[in-house]
């Protein structure tokens, strides 16, 4: 291997670690490296499709975007996605794996080890810098056993290790602290330094604070991040950070959106939530769907099934249906298209649950879940409109009826989705539909818009950019990049 790594873990989940790891791609990338992402084990119902086929993290599509590649599945070798409480389909290398239980994919991951190995040699082969995002944290000791995503990664690939605190949470002394005390020496001995993120304010007024971590951990500082606003603009990996833009809601047009316990590849609202033109809303459960929208969008699930149940315990099939029978518009997304239909018929469980439910009415169309998982990329046009889109898909099941007759899309020269005869309810199975700006445009301007859609494109260059700004002010980046040169021999 030629390359040199480094590995960024956290003191918890939700402290920045992907944006951190985009923002330093980008800064290696700037400073005339061969930069690649890499995240051995990731978690999440958010995925992204690679341009030469395969799933993986949306946020590592994000880095690879950061780092001025293309996504492969070699950033992301082993993904879950959750499609019960207990349940995940386990994706490696792009493709399924197999469904398994938590305590049996706890009790067999390190039979995966030799998998993440073989991404990890082949982006070594070809790059000078891998930044390499831990999952969760190294302090939950629990499960260290059979680790790939954390030290048992770092150990075996000999990756040294910053340990990233969020001082958003509180408590970023005792976190930072308290994982070198509960580790294992040997573990704690790939820890190199640890970063503080999330800073709002004076951050001399943590100086102090620095000193305790420093001298009670031995580690040094590389720095204490801001809060970056520029965050904001990316796509988010989990739901729990999908939060409401206050400052938007006197904007004229009023998208919804339910907040699915499954929901999957909400990252297609981003390029709405950053018009502003566009007041865009998730639902959080227990609360009804605002009756002003002018659209309501079901997103994407990794359980279709459960999440039809899940939407009716709240309530929400009886907002949806008002709005729609009163002339609302409403657009379903994958998962969301299904339910939009009269019947899911899923006899043997591919999508988490087995059996067989009625769907909400909305569209003459009837889906039926199959064994096969359609993953690629692909160009579409809009029926309507004629405008080029260029998305892609990620799904199982295949729907067909009457409304499929009335398509929202063609796909190949095939019709795609489905259309009701007013007009108001339509479906899809492509994902990242409002990336194509002229797509958005238009479909913003039959809500009633009046202005030009932005470049999202751009948009999201611009906030790495600005995401890196941040980080290489903030961050002793020379030293930083320096802890990867003293990695040691890896043991796979």
């Known amino acids: 291997m030629t390359a040199r790594a480094l590995m960024i873990q956290g003191t918890g989940s939700d402290v920045g670690k992907s944006l951190i790891v985009a923002g330093l791609c980008r800064i290696a990338r700037r400073r005339g490296l061969r930069v690649a992402p890499f995240k051995p084990q990731n978690m999440s119902n958010n995925a992204a499709v690679c341009t030469s086929g395969g799933e993986i993290g949306r946020a590592q599509a994000l880095q690879a975007l950061a780092a001025g590649v293309a996504p492969i599945v070699d950033h992301n070798p082993v993904l879950l996605k959750p499609e019960t409480d207990r349940v995940s389909q386990v994706i490696v290398h792009g493709k399924?794996?197999?469904?398994?239980?938590?305590?049996?994919?706890?009790?067999?991951?390190?039979?995966?080890?030799?998998?993440?190995?073989?991404?990890?040699?082949?982006?070594?082969?070809?790059?000078?810098?891998?930044?390499?995002?831990?999952?969760?944290?190294?302090?939950?000791?629990?499960?260290?056993?059979?680790?790939?995503?954390?030290?048992?990664?770092?150990?075996?690939?000999?990756?040294?290790?910053?340990?990233?605190?969020?001082?958003?949470?509180?408590?970023?002394?005792?976190?930072?602290?308290?994982?070198?005390?509960?580790?294992?020496?040997?573990?704690?001995?790939?820890?190199?330094?640890?970063?503080?993120?999330?800073?709002?304010?004076?951050?001399?007024?943590?100086?102090?604070?620095?000193?305790e971590i420093e001298a009670r951990t031995n580690w040094p500082c590389f720095g204490v991040i801001p809060w970056l606003s520029a965050a904001a603009r990316l796509p988010a990996e989990d739901a729990v950070s999908v939060l409401h833009d206050t400052a938007s809601q006197q904007r004229p047009i009023r998208i919804i959106a339910p907040m699915l316990s499954r929901m999957a590849n909400f990252d297609d609202a981003d390029p709405l939530r950053l018009e502003p033109g566009v007041d865009?809303?998730?639902?959080?459960?227990?609360?009804?769907?605002?009756?002003?929208?002018?659209?309501?969008?079901?997103?994407?699930?990794?359980s279709t099934l459960g999440d039809l149940q899940f939407l009716r315990e709240q309530g929400w099939d009886h907002d949806i249906i008002a709005h729609a029978r009163q002339g609302g518009r409403v657009l379903g997304l994958c998962g969301g298209y299904q339910m939009l239909g009269n019947s899911i018929i899923d006899e043997i469980g591919s999508d988490g649950f087995s059996g067989r439910q009625v769907g909400l009415g909305l569209l003459d169309v009837e889906t039926r879940m199959t064994t096969d998982k359609t993953v690629r990329p692909v160009t579409a046009t809009d029926a309507q409109t004629k405008c080029e889109i260029f998305a892609y898909e990620i799904h199982v099941g295949e729907t067909r009826g009457?409304?499929?007759?009335?398509?929202?899309?063609?796909?190949?020269?095939?019709?795609?989705?489905?259309?009701?005869?007013?007009?108001?309810?339509?479906?899809?199975?492509?994902?990242?539909?409002?990336?194509?700006?002229?797509?958005?445009?238009?479909?913003?301007?039959?809500?009633?818009?009046?202005?030009?859609?932005?470049?999202?494109?751009?948009?999201?260059?611009?906030?790495l950019d600005e995401l890196a700004d941040g980080i290489d002010l903030a961050l002793d980046i020379d030293a930083l990049f320096a802890i990867a040169e003293i990695g040691v021999e890896p043991h796979f």
Do not use: W
């Open 280 to 302: 865009f809303e998730f639902v959080p459960p227990g609360q009804p769907l605002p009756r002003d929208a002018d659209l309501i969008i079901l997103f994407g699930t990794k």
């Open 96 to 211: 399924p794996f197999s469904s398994m239980e938590a305590s049996h994919f706890i009790g067999n991951r390190d039979s995966l080890l030799p998998k993440v190995q073989e991404s990890f040699t082949r982006l070594a082969t070809n790059n000078d810098l891998i930044i390499v995002e831990g999952a969760g944290s190294p302090a939950e000791i629990n499960l260290r056993q059979r680790d790939i995503a954390n030290m048992g990664f770092a150990r075996a690939a000999g990756v040294p290790v910053c340990l990233l605190g969020d001082i958003e949470r509180g408590g970023v002394i005792a976190s930072i602290v308290g994982t070198q005390n509960v580790i294992t020496a040997n573990d704690a001995a790939m820890i190199r330094g640890f970063a503080v993120n999330k800073f709002r304010g004076d951050v001399s007024l943590f100086d102090d604070g620095i000193k």
């Open 402 to 463: 009457a409304d499929c007759q009335h398509p929202m899309l063609t796909l190949n020269g095939r019709p795609e989705g489905a259309r009701n005869a007013a007009g108001n309810v339509q479906g899809t199975y492509l994902h990242g539909l409002m990336t194509s700006d002229s797509y958005r445009g238009s479909f913003l301007a039959a809500l009633g818009s009046r202005t030009a859609p932005g470049d999202y494109n751009r948009t999201v260059q611009t906030a």
